[in-house]
């Protein structure tokens, strides 16, 4: 089973960007669909964006498109979210998470990482 660390979430002024990783241990990273979610406080946690085994197609929740990029690179293990022109709203805790299907549904993931935490500033 992978095992998944997030990394790169931090305090940002609204319009700017991040970068999120989540690495995973294991070899069998490519066998995986990787999505990320994210939580804002008193929220439920919701889809952001998904990518397939290879990396040949790409999902995203209608918030976060034309903003968000999510890429993966299957040589060195790690999955990103670039993420561009941050709003307040976009405030959360960001999770990624590995399953078999690109779903939007977090119950279709069975691997999550501990999650980072990305601040926008207005």
């Known amino acids: 089973q992978v095992q998944l660390v997030e990394s790169g979430g931090g305090l940002v002024q609204a319009g700017g960007s991040l970068r999120l990783s989540c690495a995973a241990s294991?070899?069998?990273?490519?066998?995986?669909?990787m999505g990320w979610f994210r939580q804002a406080p008193g929220k439920v946690r919701e889809f952001v964006a998904s990518?397939?085994?290879?990396?040949?197609?790409?999902y995203y929740t209608d918030f976060v498109k034309g903003r968000f990029t999510i890429s993966r690179d299957n040589a060195q293990n790690t999955v990103y979210l670039q993420m561009n022109s941050l709003k307040p709203e976009d405030t959360a805790v960001y999770y990624c998470?590995?399953?078999?299907?690109?779903?939007?549904?977090?119950?279709?993931?069975?691997?999550w990482g501990q999650g980072t935490q990305v601040t926008v500033s207005s």
């Open positions: 294991g070899r069998t990273f490519s066998s995986y669909v």
């Open positions: 998470a590995a399953g078999p299907v690109p779903a939007s549904i977090s119950v279709s993931y069975n691997t």
């Open positions: 990518i397939t085994r290879s990396g040949s197609s790409t």
